[in-house]
């Protein structure tokens, strides 16, 4: 049985009642397109990383740019060179440094270099595009556009993801207790106050920018990561399909199947995921991890033969976000184990969409994201994690509950339908910004 501390929520809770999303000083969607303009938008994005991965902020960044497209309005994407072109995009890409032409992901003193290359690149692409709005995601990404929107004299729209020195110190980048520790912190501060508007993906992202940073709350915007509802679905795949893709993963026929996707890393709490994976396949023999994702794969599937659970996880590596859909409907449970506090998850949005039930531990983001319909663990507690997946487990009347109450939440709350009111309404914002201050 789960336990009482962990109870799944009765029956009389459904998915109402949740945080509403806020777009900002004001609740009401502006309408769609530019009343400032008249006309659609030309928006240039700088995007410091190597669009498209599957991952994290790239889903964020193509779903911006696809419900922007559908609604009309004209996107450029500057980005580093590595990456993955996506069909129906103007993805343009910097140089690369010779000596890291395989650079894709994480914190690096190699990224100085690629975001010289980068800042060249959004002056080109500002020079013969035209902007009316630059779009700057990640830290990097709002000081670049900051600097070449004052060149221009455009609105600079950062799109925040999780504190900057923060994340440093999640990937090992950065020491609390170092030298430059003090220097990044001012300088996170000056970026926080260059942009017209911050859109923020949860409520705890919005309180640090508040408390931490001094940012005043008329220039945020909450723009939670939306979900494509439709695409992510739990009727992906008939009961027959699912059987055969399991099988051809290596999932042996009966098991119960515990799904992740993401990045592997430590601030993804993927040691964790293993440790509790342990637990869980010592009392459920007939369970099974699938945890798809990268870097890193190679290092914990070690983990896993050294804890004695080899035969009960798969390891996938990378999987293509078209694909993503087919991989999750084949799991039962859904977790997600990340400690880092400041970044968005926008990993609970999928499986939500997909109806799958959720363990994942009691972070801001996931309360708000979550509320009372999924399992909540203490951060870091690989033991209550594994309990609360065990829990689901004895309880497969409970689990589906769950993940229907999570679908339902997903489709009321968290689609981007949603999403592209609010894109437009910060748009219109920073756009009237500009235009009281150049009246002013």
Not at 96 to 115: A, C, M, N, Q
Not at 155 to 164: A, K, R
Not at 335 to 352: D, F, Q, R
Not at 387 to 394: E, F, N
Request: charge should be positive; include cysteine.
């Amino acid at each position: 049985m789960i336990p009482q501390s962990l109870s799944l929520p009765s029956s009389s809770q459904g998915t109402r009642g949740t945080t509403p999303v806020s777009t900002g000083a004001s609740d009401a969607v502006r309408p769609i397109g530019s009343p400032a303009l008249g006309r659609p938008l030309r928006i240039l994005m700088v995007a410091p990383t190597s669009f498209f991965l599957d991952y994290g902020c790239h889903v964020r960044i193509l779903e911006e740019a696809r419900v922007l497209l559908g609604r009309g309005q004209q996107v450029r994407i500057v980005t580093y060179a590595n990456g993955q072109d996506m069909a129906g995009l103007d993805i343009r890409r910097c140089l690369t440094i010779p000596w890291r032409r395989d650079f894709e992901v994480g914190s690096s003193r190699h990224k100085l270099g690629l975001d010289l290359f980068l800042s060249a690149a959004v002056l080109r692409a500002a020079w013969s595009f035209r902007p009316d709005i630059i779009h700057g995601h990640l830290h990097e990404g709002a000081l670049i556009g900051g600097a070449v929107a004052r060149v221009f004299n455009k609105p600079l729209v950062f799109d925040f993801q999780g504190s900057l020195t923060g994340e440093m110190v999640d990937h090992g980048f950065l020491r609390r207790d170092g030298r430059v520790y003090g220097p990044m912190r001012r300088l996170e501060r000056l970026i926080d106050h260059l942009p017209s508007v911050i859109m923020h993906s949860s409520q705890n992202a919005a309180e640090h920018l508040r408390q931490d940073f001094g940012v005043p709350q008329r220039r945020l915007f909450s723009l939670p990561d939306f979900v494509n509802t439709a695409v992510f679905r739990p009727d992906v795949l008939t009961a027959s399909e699912r059987e055969a893709e399991r099988a051809t993963l290596g999932i042996p026929p009966g098991r119960q199947v515990i799904a992740y996707l993401g990045l592997l890393a430590r601030h993804q709490g993927t040691d964790l995921l293993m440790e509790a994976a342990r637990q869980v396949v010592a009392a459920r023999p007939d369970s099974h991890f699938l945890v798809m994702g990268f870097p890193g794969m190679d290092q914990y599937a070690a983990q896993a033969a050294a804890l004695g659970i080899a035969g009960h996880v798969t390891f996938t590596g990378r999987v293509p976000y078209a694909l993503a859909p087919r991989r999750l409907a084949l799991g039962d449970i859904a977790v997600a184990p990340k400690i880092a506090e400041t970044e968005g998850s926008g990993k609970l949005m999928n499986y939500m969409a997909m109806g799958l039930p959720t363990v994942a531990f009691d972070l801001p983001v996931c309360r708000e994201y979550l509320g009372e319909s999924a399992l909540r663990v203490p951060p870091g507690d690989a033991g209550g994690f594994a309990a609360a997946i065990l829990g689901l487990l004895a309880d497969p009347q409970g689990a589906a509950t769950m993940g229907r109450r999570l679908r339902l939440r997903a489709v009321e709350s968290y689609d981007w339908s949603r999403g592209g009111d609010i894109l437009m309404a910060a748009y219109d914002s920073a756009l009237r910004s500009r235009s009281l201050k150049a009246a002013a």
